[in-house]
């Protein structure tokens, strides 16, 4: 049987992002310090796509990409679903590969992805990959030990491929491990969406941070705004000391600094919410991603205020800067009404049909959410324009985009 040879960078989203994924990797690279072209990717599903590696894209990818829920570099692929036969394939595989890391010491961790049809549990896959690893390293010199809390390199294992072609891939994490864990959250809102979300849904709203303003009306812990200021300046989510660069060698040569890619975009953006108590945790949350201070002040404005008291008059006091710039873009993640009663229920009703209304006044604007209720779409009272299935942490929704 054997182990193929992997080399392709793996980018992974959430359910139905592979093209807002491919758009801004494409835009991204196009910016980077690289002379470089990104190909076409191949698409695995609708959620993972597959690049041949190149560092120099893989550390774009790693530094900047915001709509990936993980990155990885795939080394090796095996057809074994059972124990025996995957570490038969997997050493000598591993054993010549000139990629692993290296050193006299390696902490290190294996991570399980979706492996439903091996024919063994995660914990015994992990099991076998990691006994591998160590095998694979030992006769270099390299003193390999599992460290699962503060590892220097994580590698990857899961269930990859077609239906019909399915393949055990052991990989190398290069991403940094869950990518909607930013470290800017320091405050957490109830029924937050998730960072890679946030950007998944600005993308989608098309909005330009040049000509267009952003609100979002209901903004909670601040996770909108944070993600479009950074779609907007370029802004790297990860910086390569906190990744797992140092280890590997395909990785000397980049850079250390993680400049802007965007430096001469300032956003105009409005962050409101009913609730004065979420105020506090939206600057601090703001304040954690490097986005408050006079730098800041008339690109990103908070205020308190209630969405369906909302009037273009408002919007054009509370941002000043904004004026002249094109009719702007609402972007919003609505409370859903998971596990609410009756009469919660209906307030919420109520809430969707005051705010179609309310939006309405905005001639010529856009609006876009995610939203995991079926109701939502009749009870707001207009027709989107785009309707893209997906899931919030675990929560079956769709992306809406309005045009008014």
Not at 173 to 181: Q, V
Not at 342 to 369: E, I, N, P, Q, T
């Amino acid at each position: 049987m054997g182990a193929k040879r992997c080399d392709d960078l793996r980018l992974t989203g959430s359910g139905g992002s592979n093209r807002v994924m491919e758009a801004e990797f494409k835009r991204l690279v196009m910016r980077s310090p690289f002379q470089v072209r990104v190909e076409k990717p191949l698409r695995e599903g609708d959620a993972t796509l597959l690049y041949p590696f190149d560092a120099r894209i893989a550390w774009v990818a790693a530094c900047y990409h915001r709509t990936s829920s993980r990155i990885s570099w795939d080394l090796c692929s095996s057809e074994a679903v059972r124990l025996e036969p995957l570490y038969a394939d997997l050493l000598p595989a591993l054993s010549a590969d000139d990629r692993l890391p290296g050193g006299k010491h390696l902490r290190f961790s294996v991570e399980v992805g979706a492996s439903t049809d091996f024919e063994a549990g995660p914990l015994q896959l992990r099991g076998v990959v990691k006994n591998a690893i160590v095998e694979a390293l030992t006769p270099r010199g390299v003193t390999a030990e599992i460290e699962a809390d503060s590892p220097d390199v994580v590698f990857v294992a899961r269930r990859a491929g077609p239906a019909e072609a399915r393949r055990t891939v052991v990989g190398i994490d290069i991403g940094g491990g869950a990518r909607h864990r930013r470290g800017a959250r320091v405050a957490m809102g109830p029924a937050p969406l998730r960072e890679t979300m946030a950007a998944q849904l600005i993308i989608l709203s098309r909005w330009d941070a040049r000509t267009e303003p952003l609100v979002d009306p209901m903004a909670g812990g601040g996770t909108i705004p944070i993600e479009a200021a950074g779609l907007a300046a370029g802004a790297a989510i990860r910086k390569p000391p906190d990744l797992a660069f140092g280890h590997l060698a395909a990785f000397k040569d980049m850079p250390r600094d993680v400049p802007d890619l965007f430096p001469g975009t300032v956003p105009r953006i409005l962050s409101l919410d009913v609730d004065p108590a979420r105020i506090p945790a939206m600057v601090g949350n703001l304040r954690a991603a490097g986005l408050t201070g006079p730098s800041h002040e008339d690109s990103i404005v908070i205020a308190e205020q209630d969405v369906c008291a909302l009037t273009p008059e408002y919007i054009e006091r509370m941002l000043p800067a904004a004026r002249g710039m094109k009719p702007g873009v609402f972007c919003f993640n609505p409370p859903y009404g998971v596990r609410m009663g009756a009469l919660d229920d209906k307030k919420l009703l109520a809430l969707y049909s005051d705010m179609g209304r309310v939006l309405a006044r905005f001639k010529g604007w856009r609006a876009a959410c995610f939203v995991a209720n079926p109701q939502f779409i009749e009870v707001f009272g207009h027709a989107p324009i785009m309707t893209k299935p997906a899931t919030n942490a675990e929560l079956r929704g769709n992306f809406l985009v309005y045009q008014f």
